[in-house]
């Protein structure tokens, strides 16, 4: 059986999820569609009575418009008792009565996401309130957490960090239980050497500036078996990976200063292995060393 990369999936709520229904923020009566078993499908926020229970959904997502927000939910979504993933636009969490409900304590995934063309509201969010709340992606990059010592249930986490000097990367240490981080849009300033303690099982990191920190080094540092780096300015000198490594999946992308490529040959547990747009361009040498490798999956473009 191939083996299937977890990161290109894992953090994306329509993988988590068969069957989700769609609510979105504006549409015309003929533009809808509510299926008989109530568990998938999708209509408009105008289009649904709030008398309209759909008891079986467990998985709901809120689309907003372009330069649209929604700040409520309909009454009928406070009825879903069987409802466990959540994924909604930033400006909801303006809305007290939505946070101290219990469908938002009975949630395990909830996905928060940018408005599109309007400015993102700054969101105060306490750990403390998460409930029951396994998977947080946190898509917006105007948020504070506070009470970071409560989210102890948290095992995959989410942070866009673009612009925002309110989060605290070192709360990250407070999630006891995390396998999985993402973090995007990385300031200069910011350093993730605060990670080493944490004994993560998979890490992707979108867009960092910082230009000192070889980000590999923090591979020796954990028992990752998952890696994503994606326009990381910073030197990628693969030969910081040491022998004790235990990576399945390594994917490297958009990064212009990547040396060492033959030091992937030592990692005997590779799985999926993909270089793309990557500088220097590994030599033919290079490429057919690793190709020599059990791999189920190699790709260098």
Wanted: net charge negative.
């Amino acid at each position: 059986m191939n083996y299937q990369p977890i990161l290109y999936s894992h953090f994306l709520f329509h993988n988590w999820y068969e069957k989700i229904f769609y609510i979105f923020s504006s549409g015309t009566t003929d533009d809808y569609y509510i299926p008989k078993n109530r568990i998938q499908g999708y209509a408009h926020l105008e289009n649904i009575p709030n008398e309209c229970v759909f008891p079986k959904i467990t998985a709901l997502s809120v689309e907003c418009a372009e330069y649209d927000a929604i700040e409520k939910l309909p009454e009928w979504v406070y009825q879903l008792e069987n409802l466990e993933a959540l994924s909604i636009p930033c400006s909801m969490l303006k809305d007290e009565k939505f946070i101290n409900s219990g469908v938002f304590h009975q949630l395990k995934t909830l996905v928060i996401n940018r408005l599109l063309g309007l400015e993102n509201p700054k969101i105060l969010l306490d750990g403390g309130r998460l409930g029951n709340i396994i998977n947080l992606f946190i898509n917006f990059p105007t948020c504070e957490i506070i009470n970071t010592s409560a989210m102890k249930k948290i095992k995959s986490f989410s942070m866009d960090l673009e612009d925002n000097n309110i989060f605290d990367l070192s709360a990250i240490e407070f999630l006891g239980h995390l396998d999985f981080l993402k973090l995007q849009n990385i300031p200069a300033k910011v350093t993730l050497s605060n990670l080493s303690d944490i004994n993560l099982k998979g890490l992707v990191i979108i867009n960092s500036l910082n230009k000192k920190q070889n980000l590999l080094l923090l591979i020796n540092k954990h028992k990752l078996k998952h890696l994503l780096l994606n326009n990381c300015l910073s030197t990628l000198d693969l030969k910081d990976i040491d022998d004790s490594c235990e990576l399945e999946e390594l994917i490297i992308q958009n990064c212009k200063k990547v040396t060492g490529y033959e030091n992937i040959s030592q990692i005997k547990t590779l799985k999926y292995l993909e270089f793309l747009n990557c500088k220097p361009v590994m030599t033919i040498e290079e490429k057919n060393k690793l190709l020599e490798m059990n791999l189920n999956f190699f790709k260098s473009v």
